[in-house]
């Protein structure tokens, strides 16, 4: 038999999610962002639950290609836009819009209108304001739109912009006001749609933040963007990956003994431990320490020792009826219903769940669930 670790993605919570995103922004057209194979996902496993979304947000042309293949007749983004003069040639042909935030991709722009005049692009041009990765600055931005405007292949502008505080505070405010305040100062006098919230602006700022299109990103997979401030639970959000194993062995070790490399734990009182078919090679996280939470045949309780590339360990002490067989749950739901938030696993070892849904390997079997 296969080795007994799986990833199951649940089609109905992704569909719930995407739903969740409509309702907070119901006048809004709903993009769901695919990148990074759909946070660890896979495209092909999700598509079919997002299908009915307005649109479709990616990092790498291939991610375009591939919805284009799966019969996706939906608009699609290429969120950081063109890296090479020939991308806009695959642009042209799987008819993807794309980012616009530095000089360089406006050259390309310009020299391909000169060669292919019959080209007609749909760009989203991002504006800096205040995220300072990428784009152009609130001073240059209506120069800059005003240059693209007259490039006779552009058929529209988006104006566009990223918040970096959208998920808590900026010096004391909300953490969107100096970017929203600045971004419509400049946008509202220039022609165009807008698009500005991700996944913590369309749960916390629906209220205040309207825009044509809106970039919904982590809260899709089962992720709260502002953990701990909330949980899945507060935004009605449910889980998408379920990482789930089983205990392979069991032993039963005395106070003094030690666990695992390095010997980092050393049990204060006599134990019963299980052995897990799960290490960092399948993604889990080589530094979560001790104490990481995780359920066994439905029940909370932790790892213990250092985590292998193959295996990892968990504490059986108050779980009596454990045994072979067992089912393990790193993150997400039991076969019985019972929930451990990949929230509460990242942050136990010192990330976030983009991280840990995104760094499950290839050698774990992947499979779709209603």
């Known amino acids: 038999m296969p080795r007994p670790i799986t990833a199951i993605i649940h089609q109905d919570a992704l569909q ?3 739903e969740i995103a409509r309702k907070h922004m119901p006048n809004s057209k709903v993009f769901a962002v695919v990148k990074a194979n759909a946070y660890g996902h896979g495209i092909e496993r999700v ?22 293949a799966l019969g996706c007749n939906r608009q699609l983004l290429l969120l950081e836009g063109v890296f090479s ?84 505070e900026r ?6 006001v100096y970017q929203h305040e600045i971004f419509e100062s400049i946008t509202q006098k220039l022609e165009g749609k807008t698009s500005i919230s991700n996944s913590a602006a369309i749960l916390r700022h629906s209220k205040h933040l309207q825009s044509d299109y809106v970039r919904s990103g982590i809260m899709l997979y089962g992720s709260s963007p502002d953990y701990p401030t909330h949980d899945i639970q507060d935004w009605n959000l449910k889980p ?13 070790i005395k106070a003094g003994d030690s666990v695992g490399y390095g010997s ?7 134990m ?3 052995v897990v078919a799960c290490g960092y090679a399948d993604g889990y996280q080589r530094i979560s320490p001790t104490g990481t939470p995780v359920l066994v045949d439905s029940i909370r309780t ?45 942050r136990t070892s010192g990330t976030v769940g983009y991280e840990l849904m995104c760094a499950v390997t290839a050698r774990v079997n992947f499979v779709q669930s209603q």
Not at 51 to 65: P, Q, R, S, V, W
Not at 240 to 252: G, K, P, V
């Open 16 to 18: 719930h999610n995407l």
């Open 47 to 68: 598509y079919h639950a997002f299908h009915t979304a307005d649109g479709f947000a990616f990092i790498d042309l291939d991610e375009g290609k591939r919805l284009r």
């Open 85 to 168: 003069f020939d991308d806009l040639y695959v642009c042209q042909k799987y008819q993807i819009s794309f980012a616009i935030h530095s000089e360089h991709q406006i050259q390309w722009l310009e020299q391909f209108s000169q060669q292919h005049p019959e080209a007609k692009f749909d760009v989203f041009l991002k504006m800096n304001s205040g995220m300072n990765r990428l784009g152009f600055t609130p001073e240059e931005y209506s120069q800059v739109w005003h240059s693209i405007s007259q490039i006779t292949i552009i058929q529209s502008i988006t104006h566009m912009t990223h918040f970096s505080d959208a998920d808590g």
């Open 171 to 176: 010096f004391g405010q909300d953490g969107i």
């Open 240 to 252: 998408t990956m379920s990482l789930r194993s089983e205990i392979i062995a069991i032993q039963n």
């Open 264 to 270: 980092n734990f050393v049990a204060e009182y006599d």
């Open 272 to 274: 019963k431990i299980g």
């Open 302 to 346: 932790q790892t213990i020792g250092r985590v292998s590339m193959d295996m990892l360990v968990v504490d059986l002490t108050s779980i009596r009826n454990a045994q072979i067989g067992s089912e393990v749950v790193l993150w997400g739901c039991s076969s019985q219903g019972a929930v451990l938030s990949i929230d509460e696993v990242a």
